[in-house]
């Protein structure tokens, strides 16, 4: 036997990868897209589109009566900075029923080694598909204001526009997508099954809402402003309307809510924590 | 009804997170009614307020949502529902069995601590914990029904439920008097109203619709919940 020429044995004329590495932003930026896509259903099948898309055209209706209001009868419609508080439970569906469709099947699939080999870590993973779900939730709120902002710009209604309740509103609304999407996605991210994943988000927005609003009843009701003005906050919709009201001044959408900075102050709190916990919870997904 | 297919879905429904959801809200109602006794509000109103808001508007449907689904929706998720469909198991026993167990689940997590919430606040006073308890009950077995015919119809089964509950059930029905005759959280209102006295009930559907109502949901739900298993087909993912 001949001894063969070294290295012949390993070389089996596979060609080298010699073009452009992208990097981690880059996959980072491409699991972003991919995860907004999911988010309202692209890529997926038809099914999957029915409710984002309903629950985004549910919450178009109100920008259109307002729209044609001020076309037909000449006077505002729906005011910009009670839209996300009227609209919560719609936007509470769309939280629910998305988040879980951007982190389970990852989780079901056994695919977050497959992402963690690449250049993407656990950070650029769970920022991007926070990023992702605060963009989505925020197109979800933003989109039928501008359309009644910009209604109202070409409608020329007497008066001047109203620009900075408009800008108010969509500050408050991106703070509210990031907390609303922080802990949709850390409570969805707990289990690989999305039914129970919708099912939790819900819960806990509904336990909110109901404890919320029995304190709020109890305590006006035995006299107690003080305690009734935070019992409002324990909802998100209300605490992010209090930050806008600490914030930009303006009506208040629902009861009065406590002076000073307590809310802004809660509000930073609880998105902290919201992002740290979704972070932890990668790395210990990412660890099993 | 069979037993080892009773036993099965047990052991999946409790054995899991799930139950964790299945205990949080109960707990949360028994919490609230505890801080309402020690504020010192504990008066009829309050604890009618907390049953129409929290039990009946929120608590039911949810519980309603996890147990109807939980009990079969998981099973046709992974696929492993083709191994209890291919035992010489009648289908129509296997959905009256898995409503059972949804419909006794909803007993123990939303009929029992709905009682003893009421209890805390205000005793037996006009009625209102024996009413809002039976309410419980009724609602929540028609509700586990409806869910559990959602689950085995749909792989969407909970965001549609929450849709139903929260959409028609809050805001549709809050706004259209006539979508509340609909309503399985206002049939629960009007058998709550039948053992309560309290001024503070008021429904808008009349017993003699109610009661029908809740018996054709409940028991056309649970027979096409058969009828679907009968010739159920599994479907691809999403």
């Keep these: 036997m001949s001894e063969p020429a070294s290295g012949v044995i390993h070389d089996i004329g596979y060609r080298h990868y010699d073009g452009p590495r992208l990097g981690s932003w880059y996959a980072t930026r491409a699991l972003f897209v991919y995860s907004l896509r999911a988010a309202f259903g692209f890529g997926r099948t038809a099914r999957a589109k029915i409710m984002p898309f309903g629950l985004a055209t549910v919450m178009l209706l109100p920008a259109v009566v307002s729209i044609a209001m001020m076309a037909l009868l000449k006077e505002r419609g729906m005011p910009y900075p009670g839209f996300f508080v009227y609209m919560q439970a719609i936007l509470s569906i769309f939280v629910a029923s998305q988040s879980p469709a951007l982190v389970a099947p990852d989780l079901r699939h056994r695919v977050l080694p497959l992402y963690l080999s690449r250049p993407v870590g656990v950070p650029q993973y769970a920022g991007a598909k926070l990023a992702a779900m605060t963009l989505a939730v925020f197109l979800v709120i933003g989109v039928p204001l501008t359309l009644v902002y910009a209604g109202e710009l070409l409608i020329d209604l007497e008066g001047p526009p109203q620009t900075g309740e408009y800008l108010a509103a969509l500050t408050t609304g991106l703070c509210l997508a990031l907390l609303l999407s922080a802990f949709g996605l850390t409570i969805a991210s707990l289990t690989p099954r999305r039914g129970l994943g919708v099912a939790s988000v819900i819960a806990v927005y509904l336990l909110l809402l109901a404890v919320s609003g029995v304190l709020v009843g109890t305590f006006e009701s035995i006299g107690s402003g003080t305690a009734a003005a935070w019992s409002y906050l324990i909802n998100p919709f209300f605490l992010l309307d209090a930050v806008r009201v600490a914030l930009f001044g303006g009506e208040s959408a629902s009861g009065q809510y406590p002076d000073g900075p307590g809310p802004v102050l809660l509000t930073a709190a609880l998105v902290a924590l919201g992002v740290a916990a979704l972070f932890l919870r990668y790395r210990k997904a990412a660890a099993k | ?238």
């Design chain 2, 1 to 238: 009804m069979n037993a080892t297919v009773a036993g099965i879905t047990y052991r999946a429904v409790l054995g899991r997170r799930r139950i964790l959801l299945l205990v949080l809200l109960p707990l949360a109602l028994l919490g609230l009614a505890l801080l309402l006794r020690l504020v010192g509000s504990a008066d009829e109103r309050t604890a009618v307020l907390l049953m129409q808001k929290f039990v009946i508007g929120t608590m039911l449907p949810l519980l309603g949502l996890i147990a109807g689904t939980g009990v079969i929706a998981p099973e046709i998720d992974d696929g492993t529902v083709i191994h209890l469909l291919s035992k010489p198991i009648s289908r129509p026993v296997i959905a009256v069995t898995k409503f059972a167990v949804a419909a006794s689940l909803l007993v123990l997590f939303a009929a029992v601590p709905t009682y003893l919430a009421a209890w805390i606040l205000i005793r037996t006073e006009s009625g209102v914990a024996p009413g809002f308890a039976l309410g419980a009950l009724v609602a929540g077995i028609a509700y586990s029904a409806v869910f559990l015919f959602l689950g085995v119809v749909t792989k969407h089964a909970v965001a549609i439920g929450v849709v139903y509950a929260l959409v028609w059930e809050g805001l549709v029905g809050s706004l259209v008097p006539g979508a509340r005759k609909f309503s399985i959280q206002q049939w629960a209102q009007t058998i709550a109203d039948q053992l309560a006295t309290s001024p503070f009930v008021e429904t808008d559907v009349t017993l003699g619709f109610a009661v029908p109502a809740l018996v054709i949901v409940t028991v056309g739900a649970v027979l096409l919940t058969g009828r679907r298993l009968r010739a159920f087909s599994l479907t691809g993912e999403d």
